[in-house]
């Protein structure tokens, strides 16, 4: 398992969540730029998708991202990342049993989101591979849900685990390395990257804050 950690990309990019509204075609536009930023984890979150068209779009972006080194998560459903060709399922904080999935599903990578060292500590000893922690800072999405954690949580997190954990909510590059230098292994945002185009360039500007 250790193997696995050591191959992770620190950088994550999220999907926008917007595909069933805006019907841009932006995760296969941000796939495609992907080719061009070198390996990163890319976590298609799409809750509002139905099963049918998730699964057809993660048939598209499986072999985009697994062609350029990257790394592909599917959101929640380890069974449409199974069959669609997904490295790994990215977990909320409450599913269904990670040893379920192991059984199911023994070649993925699996991820959970957390948001205390209790929670962490149970995700690591259930065998998840990766933790993503947050909010870190201040971001809308969020906002209805309470204050941000703050640097201080995410580090008593990363000192609570041996897992690689990723800071989310809020990072910006410059913040990137304030989280890195609490412990994180790497950061993850979703807001940074929506503009597919610059998408390359803003990765490149993230990995200048994070050491290789």
Excluded at 158 to 173: D, E, H, N
Aim: net charge neutral.
């Amino acid at each position: 398992m250790a193997k696995k950690y050591r191959q992770l990309p620190r950088m994550m990019v999220v999907s926008s969540g917007g595909e069933h509204l805006l019907h841009n075609g932006l995760a296969l536009l941000q796939a495609d730029a992907m080719a061009l930023s070198g390996p990163v984890i890319y976590q298609l979150r799409e809750k509002g998708l139905e099963a049918g068209a998730l699964y057809a779009l993660c048939r598209q972006i499986a072999p985009i991202i697994k062609s350029s080194g990257s790394l592909f998560m599917v959101n929640e459903r380890f069974d449409i990342a199974l069959a669609s060709g997904a490295q790994g399922v990215h977990l909320p904080e409450s599913s269904c049993p990670v040893d379920s999935i192991r059984k199911a599903a023994p070649g993925l990578i699996t991820g959970q989101s957390v948001h205390g060292p209790a929670s962490a500590l149970t995700s690591e000893k259930a065998g998840i591979d990766y933790l993503l922690f947050g909010p870190v800072f201040s971001t809308p999405s969020k906002e209805p849900f309470g204050p941000p954690q703050g640097l201080e949580a995410l580090r008593e997190v990363c000192r609570s685990v041996s897992i690689p954990v990723f800071a989310v909510g809020g990072i910006t590059p410059d913040r990137a390395c304030a989280c890195i230098e609490n412990g994180a292994y790497g950061v993850a945002a979703l807001g940074s990257f929506l503009d597919a185009g610059t998408l390359p360039e803003t990765v490149n500007r993230f990995r200048s804050f994070i050491p290789s």
